[in-house]
């Protein structure tokens, strides 16, 4: 499940089975389109899940909210999530113009913060490189992190002394 704004649809996800509105028909709807997908996940496992799950047995007992959150909480580099992402008619309900949600903190393991730190790194490298040349450097832009509840409320804060600080002055 990916981060990001409350009201952008999850893949896979049609906007008449959001909200917990019709968990069967959600289900059936994705194993319809991507059963094969999402049975190998669960029987098979991912580089991140150990699997041995039999998805037909889990259907059979009607246990539908389980099945629901096992493809849920898929990491986004799971055959289903590719399957979805690969899909014509989700990619037609995704705002185009919506900024890219950032990586879900349960993906965002110690080798990946080191990746990313480190692409950073290069990024200001190459900028000081370039510099050095007497060009203008490029702007490298930071790798994704993911967005918890503390930087939305670092975020809001700054943003309510903007305000209080651009109204005081434009009082005087």
């Known amino acids: 499940m990916a981060a990001g704004r409350a009201d952008a649809p999850r893949p896979g996800v049609l906007p008449s089975h959001r909200a917990g509105r019709g968990k069967r028909r959600r289900l059936a709807y994705l194993i319809e389109r991507y059963g094969e997908a999402i049975e190998a996940d669960l029987a098979l496992g991912t580089a991140t899940t150990t699997g041995g799950w039999d998805l037909a047995g889990l259907v059979r007992r ?85 967005r918890l509840a503390i930087d939305r409320l670092r975020e809001r804060t700054r943003w309510t002394k903007h305000k209080a600080l651009t109204a005081r002055l434009l009082r005087r």
């Not at 979805?84 to 113009?97: F, H």
């Open 62 to 146: 009607r246990r539908y909210r389980f099945v629901l959150n096992l493809i849920d909480s898929l990491p986004s580099h799971s055959r289903t999530m590719a399957a979805i992402a690969d899909d014509d008619e989700v990619a037609a309900q995704m705002d185009l113009d919506a900024p890219p949600r950032p990586p879900s903190l349960t993906e965002f393991d110690p080798t990946t913060r080191a990746v990313a730190d480190l692409y950073d790194r290069v990024g200001v490298l190459i900028a000081a490189v370039v510099a050095s040349t007497g060009k203008k450097p490029p702007r490298v832009p930071p790798y994704r992190r993911p």
